[in-house]
């Protein structure tokens, strides 16, 4: 029987108010989920099919830089938002589970 916390990956998150939490992230899950399971306050509306941006996040630019590109529908979305970052904002429920993000920084994006 394996133990599972050694597959998944450490997130941490800053919330809107600034504070800090460190959370475990599983393979199976979506970055939003690993987010919405932990009882940060990402609303999560449309389920994470990429159609409310109420996951929006920010991330660091050298994390961002990893991702592959966000889809027109993604973009579309962060764009609308008041906060967006050309290179920062992503919906979290877009971003996969990937051995390169452990140990990475979050931040909620404020809402809207």
């Known amino acids: 029987m394996s133990n599972t916390h050694t597959s998944s990956n450490q997130l941490t998150v800053v919330d809107r108010e600034g504070t800090t939490h460190d959370l475990e992230w599983e393979p199976d899950q979506t970055m939003m989920e690993a987010l919405r399971d932990n009882d940060l306050p990402v609303l999560a509306s449309c389920g994470g099919t990429a159609s409310c941006a109420t996951c929006h996040v920010f991330l660091e630019q050298a994390v961002f830089d990893t991702l592959e590109e966000r889809s027109e ?12 970052r050309e290179c920062g904002s992503r919906l979290s429920c877009q ?3 990937s051995r390169d993000l452990d140990g990475v920084t979050i931040t909620l994006a404020p809402e809207e």
């Open 95 to 97: 971003v996969g589970f």
């Open 73 to 84: 529908d993604e973009l579309e979305l962060l764009v609308e938002a008041e906060s967006y």
